[in-house]
């Protein structure tokens, strides 16, 4: 799923019913305390807790996370990539992505293709087991994907439609029979679509969106929508001797000014935060973490729709934006100005589009002339109400072109509607949370069943864009030739479909108390394996 990056300078937030942030963070620290008062009266506080404050490998501390909350903690039914984050304390998924973006085993400790590609079998650990008792066995996997493929409000259907039937070799071996040769099935499992839900819970579906039952690295135990949640450490996680957090807390804060206070007031000792507020950060005392990601800001356009449907005005706003005063103005300079959906050293960067658009204003006019607006176009750009800056500078620098841009607010709750799913909003400010398969990025983006190709519902995508996302399928991950085939995939994309206007890269930056060590630097999902809080 894509990621709402629509607020300037943090990525935004899906909400209703906002709370400040000092009543969210009081509340979080009130669970918390009740929860270890509670432990202390009865002799136990959840899953593998103890009177002592820690467990018998020895976790222990509290890391009290600010964060956005998921849109659901169903992930099949959870509506934004940014979620995979906060789900990925819960539920553990069949493989992993290693801090390099690398598949690495997870659930399954190995997979075969078979030698037509058009199969893949994979082997679990023996005796794995969800949070509620329930056997984590091959049976279990099958269940989570047909009901992830059948389910009227799924969002991972179109991208697990590649599975065609799933057998159960034994407890622990299940093969995916695939429509086509697809090589990127084990990226593809190591984020939301491999994360896997207790069977058990599916006799009520409708309350896993608040009540998950997964087999991660935590186990919720409450819950404040737009608030926090409340985690503990699951003892029966396939990696737990590397989870030495012993209790686990998420509190969103909305406003991006009061982070800084929870920060130093000790409501959280780890928080996400804008480039921009990274030298308070510093001159506060905190440490700093700035960590590659997937995270592209951009702009959806829908090329269907006038003017957008003259690929010369597209161009012209192409080169009418000063990408580098965005970066520096929205994020302190933190990120790089992009052209395309993947950042550099990731494997489907291009080096062919690396200044694909370059600030050139006068051009921009130049273009516009041509394309019959010599003098001067009227659009709209819209974003949700916490945009203003970002939107604000775009509306700038296009006026310098001739361009002029009314800025229309529209809720956040309603955005991914009509956006997504309506596709009824031609310019819009937007963003990729990215995913464990880049090709599974591209297909969001560009294919014509894509969640984020706002055309999809007014035009067929190019021939030669279906083609070379084909093509990249079918050539294995380990082969010689696989970042090649990908980039051509990315630049035919870029290029044939101009449906996306790239700006700049999102690094998480983290700023954390000196109690927290180990932070890993993970290019796609947020883990906390090897972190420890002391004091």
Known sequence: MPVRLTRSRRPARSRLGYRSAAAAAAAVVAVALAACSSAASSGTAGSGTSTTGGTSSGASGTLNWEWELPTSWDPVTSSAGWDMHVLGLVYASITTLDPAGDVQPGLASSWTYAPDGKSVTFTLRPGLKFTDGTALNAEAVKENIVRAQTQSNSTQAS?????????????????????????????????????????????????????????????????VPDSHASLVRN???????????????????????????ALESGQVNVA?????????????????????SEVVNELDIQTTTAPFNNPLVVEAINYALNRQAILQVQAAGYGT????????????????????YPYNPTLAKQLLAKAGYAHGLKITLTSTTEDDS??????????????????????????????????????????????????EMLDV???????????????????????????????????????????????????????????????????????????????????????????
Do not use: C
């Open 235 to 261: 003892p029966g996680y396939w990696d737990a001797s590397q989870i030495h957090i012993q209790n686990f807390n998420v509190l969103d804060i909305t406003e991006p000014e009061q982070i800084l206070s």
């Open 445 to 535: 983006l560009y294919s014509q069943q894509g969640l984020m190709n706002v055309d999809g519902k007014a035009s067929t995508t190019p021939a030669a864009v279906t083609a070379a996302l084909d093509n990249a399928l079918t050539v294995p991950l380990t082969a010689a030739n696989y970042a090649s085939i990908l980039q051509e995939a990315v630049v035919t994309a870029v290029k044939d479909d101009p449906i996306h206007i790239w700006l700049y890269t999102n690094p998480r930056i983290f700023a954390y108390s000196s109690t927290v060590t180990g932070i890993p630097f993970d290019l796609v999902q947020q883990r906390w394996e090897g972190v420890r809080v002391s004091g």
């Open 390 to 439: 970002l939107a604000e500078q775009i509306q700038g620098q296009l006026a310098q072109v001739g361009i002029t841009v009314t800025i229309s607010n529209i809720s956040e709750d309603t955005s991914t509607q009509y956006l997504y799913l309506d596709k009824t909003i031609p310019f819009a400010i937007d963003g990729t949370a990215g995913r464990m398969s880049p090709v």
């Open 272 to 292: 996400y935060i804008a480039g921009n507020q990274v030298a308070s950060a510093k001159a506060a005392g905190f440490k700093i973490a700035v960590i590659p």
């Open 159 to 223: 991208e697990l439609s590649v599975i065609s039937k799933v057998i159960v070799n034994s407890p622990t071996s299940f093969t995916f029979d695939l429509t086509q040769v697809d090589y990127q099935v084990p990226d593809l499992m190591a984020g939301k679509d491999g994360m896997m839900v207790s069977p058990a819970a599916f006799k009520d579906v409708a309350a896993i969106p608040t009540h998950p039952v997964g087999a991660g690295p935590f186990e919720l135990t409450s819950y």
């Open 337 to 356: 100005v992009a052209y395309q959906p993947f950042p550099s050293g990731f494997v489907g960067y291009s080096t062919e589009l690396a200044d694909l």
